[in-house]
Each structure stands twice: as structure tokens, then as C-alpha cells.
């Protein structure tokens, strides 16, 4: 299991196996995880070209079972958790009473009053008592599942091959955002699709003592194709390429989904009441008067690397911020995704600088996402 003691940070069922590669470790919202192995660029290029492994294990699951799970999970989330099939998955948020975003979640459906959470390590212990107090006078139960998985994650175009030679699952008939149970290497696991990498790919929930030999498996399975094992650093690079929001950088308390372009996530449609829902009705009407900051890509002209919180300028004024940067080994240019005023956020607009340091770096607006796989 992981072990969480007021020493240091947690360790998933890897870790080991992780020093044993040589990983280089960082903490990460408390976890010790694996920031890389080797080097970033070829990590990344491995997911972009053939595959490559994650240690996920840092996710918070949280499950909520019983007779009123779906309508706490209508109450305390903004989707439409009820319309969910079994067998499927939906990527929503929890929001505060005004509106501003807790988290972004996806949520699989496991069975008609199963369900499972699952929260960004960071904000897993604040998700996790949201929902506890928000499942008052509901018929259901919010269990804290953080210890009973581990998580790993195989990600790239060789993945389905990959995943293929361990399992007897459909994995053809595995849509994007669901997630079936089945056995991989001889290990019980709920077989998922909902990468965040841009590629196709599989995470893969198992308890913490099968995680070692499942890891292995693959790391056997994928070495004819070019699997590498993957650390979170080019995560980051695979998702900003893939235009995907990442909390505390796109996603704060401090924004609503309308101001993070993501309105379309909130259903005012559903039945019963949900937490947040005036302000967020609110946040639409204000949305639709007057756009508020429009999340865009810019592309360096130069080599300079924006960073998140860089001002965004134009014609001598700031009109919006950097909420992450990074070199874009596929594009091979750097690359952020900021947030700029809606008068500037059409792709081709020109004019438009990075402030580095004092130094106005010329940038190109961009359609998000700035990378899309060919199907």
C-alpha cells in the first residue's frame, strides 16, 4: 500500500521499481513520483511515436456507492452524473457556491449505484470532503479509495497492440471515456480509455500489491514496439501540446468553466438543484454580454520559454497571462496556453508578445489544441 507517514511524502506501490530505473524523483502534491528517467524530449517523443508507461498512482479515487449515488454526484457536481451508462465515463467539475472551480474529475460509472471519482492528487483530500459533506441527507455512501489502487497508465499508438497481447477484454469496443473490468497479465483491473496525452492510451486500476508484476508485464509486453517508461515532466509537455487544462494552471478557484471555456461542462438541465448553480447561471449570462479572457496557443517566434504566470502584451499593454509554457518537442518550438483578452484571441492575430524578463517576446495566436493525433 502506499505508506503516508508525517516524515516525507506518500510512495505508490512503484516506487522501488522506480529508483531501480534510475528515475529521477520529485515530490508532487505530496507524493514522491518519478519526474523522469531519462530525458524528457525522447519520453515524449516515445508517447508521440510508439508508447510509453506512467506511474498515475498519485490520483485520488474516491468511490460513491448506493442507492442515491447519482443524484449526490447531480447535487455536487455541475454535470449530468445520472445520464452516465454503466460501463462509461464522463469528465466534469466540483465547483464552489460561487461558481469557482475545486477540481476537474473524471467520473466512471462502474455499475447502476457504483461509482468512481477521481480527483487530481492535488486536490484530493479537498474533493473527497466536499463531497462527504455534500452527501448529507443523501442515501449514499463517499468512501476515501486513495490506498485500495494503484494506477498506470500506457499511453501512445502501440498501446492498443500492447494492451492486447495481456488481455482477453474488448478493447476494440472500448469507446473513449469508458472503462470496462477485465484481467491484464493475469491481474484484475478496471480497463479504462481516458488519456491525457493526446494519443490513444489506457489507465489501468489495479490494487498496489499486483501494481509491480502488471508494470512489468507491459515493460515486457512493449519492448519489441519502443515502450520507455514516462515521468510527469513529459506529461506536461503531452497535454499542453494537447491543449488539455491542467489545475492550478488553467483551473482555479478563483475562475468559473464559463471563464475557463469550458461552460459546456455545467447542465442546467438536469434535475434538482446543484452546488453552485445561481453563480454559475450567473457566469453564463456575464459570459455571453461580455466574453471574458479567451484561453488561446501562442507559438514562440523565438526560443525563449514562457513560463506560467509571464504577461501576455500587446501595443504596449498587458491583455492577458501565461498559464503554462514549455518547449513543444512536436512542434519544435516553445509553446504556451494563456489566457487573453477576447479582442486578441482570433488564431492569426499578430502584434502579440510575451513578457520575458522585461523582454517583449513575439508570439503567434494559435487554435488550441496545438497538436492533434491523425486518427
Known amino acids: 500500500m502506499s505508506s503516508s507517514d508525517s516524515a516525507g511524502p506518500r510512495r505508490t506501490a512503484l516506487d522501488a521499481l522506480h529508483r531501480s530505473l534510475g528515475a529521477t524523483m520529485t515530490d508532487f502534491a505530496g507524493w514522491d513520483m518519478p519526474l523522469r528517467y531519462g530525458s524528457e524530449r525522447d519520453e515524449h ?10 506511474d498515475l498512482s498519485h490520483m485520488g479515487e474516491i468511490a460513491v456507492t448506493g442507492p442515491q449515488a447519482a443524484a449526490l454526484l447531480n447535487h455536487a457536481l455541475v454535470g449530468n452524473i445520472a445520464s452516465v451508462g454503466v460501463g462509461r465515463a464522463r469528465y466534469t467539475m466540483i465547483c464552489r457556491a460561487d461558481g469557482g472551480i475545486l477540481d476537474d474529475l473524471i467520473v466512471y460509472r ?8 477521481v480527483a487530481n492528487a492535488s486536490n484530493a483530500q479537498v474533493v473527497l470532503d466536499a463531497l462527504t459533506e455534500r452527501a448529507a441527507g443523501f442515501d ?64 489501468l486500476f489495479v490494487k498496489p500489491e499486483h501494481a509491480v508484476a502488471l508494470w512489468e508485464a507491459l515493460t515486457e509486453a512493449g519492448a519489441g514496439v519502443g515502450l520507455v517508461a514516462c515521468g510527469l515532466s513529459c506529461r506536461d509537455t503531452l497535454r499542453l501540446e494537447a491543449g488539455m487544462p491542467l489545475y492550478g494552471h488553467e483551473l482555479t478557484t478563483s475562475l468559473t468553466p464559463f471563464d475557463a471555456g469550458l461552460g459546456r461542462v455545467v447542465k442546467f438541465e438536469k434535475d434538482g438543484d446543484f452546488v453552485g448553480r445561481e453563480a454559475l447561471r450567473e457566469a453564463a449570462d456575464r459570459a455571453a454580454a461580455e466574453p471574458p479572457r479567451v484561453l488561446v496557443g501562442l507559438v514562440a517566434e523565438g526560443r525563449r520559454v514562457p513560463r506560467a ?28 496556453m494563456a489566457y487573453v483578452d477576447a479582442a486578441h484571441s482570433a488564431p492569426g492575430t499578430g502584434g502579440v508578445g510575451v513578457d520575458i524578463r522585461g523582454s517583449h517576446e513575439p508570439y503567434e495566436v494559435v487554435a488550441l489544441p496545438f497538436y492533434k493525433r491523425q486518427k
Not at 45 to 54: D, K, Q, S, Y
Not at 175 to 198: D, N, Q, S
Not at 321 to 329: D, K, L, N, Q
Open 309 to 336: 504566470g509571464y504577461p501576455v502584451v500587446a501595443d504596449g499593454k498587458v491583455i492577458g497571462e501565461v498559464t503554462s509554457g514549455a518547449p513543444s518537442p512536436t512542434l519544435g518550438r516553445p509553446i504556451a
Open 45 to 54: 517523443v516515445a508517447v508521440r511515436t510508439r508508447a510509453g508507461l506512467f
Open 110 to 117: 462502474l455499475a447502476e449505484t457504483e461509482y468512481l471519482v
Open 140 to 203: 449514499a455512501e463517499v468512501r476515501d479509495d486513495r490506498d485500495a489502487y494503484a494506477l498506470i497508465a500506457v499511453q501512445g499508438p502501440e498501446s492498443p497492440g500492447i494492451l492486447k497481447s495481456l488481455t482477453d477484454a474488448d478493447l476494440d469496443g472500448l469507446k473513449y471515456y469508458a472503462g470496462l473490468p477485465g484481467t491484464v497479465a493475469g491481474v484484475p483491473a478496471l480497463i479504462a480509455r481516458t488519456g491525457y496525452t493526446g494519443e490513444d492510451g489506457f489507465e
